[in-house]
């Protein structure tokens, strides 16, 4: 099993320490495990994807516009 150190904020130390009774690294562990998953998912998403770098870009600027102009519009 691999182990890793986490720095905390010394708040959420003392709350952890608080509450010892709690096993705070299977709660970090299943934190983690359920993050890798999502980006495993998202790779294997990518994977198959033939969007461009340059096509995401955009049409994230034609999203963004599109925003824009619907807000714009709220506000006239």
Do not use: C
Not at 44 to 52: D, G, K, M, N, V
């Amino acid at each position: 099993m691999s182990e890793v150190t986490v720095q905390i904020p010394d708040d959420l130390g003392i709350i952890m320490r608080r509450h010892a009774s709690i096993n705070w690294s299977n709660i970090v562990g299943e934190a983690i495990r359920k993050t890798a998953a999502e980006v495993e998912l998202f790779d294997a998403i990518a994977s198959e994807s033939r969007l461009t770098e340059k096509d995401a870009l955009a049409l994230g600027k034609k999203i963004k516009k599109g925003m824009w102009e619907k807000v714009y519009k709220n506000l006239v």
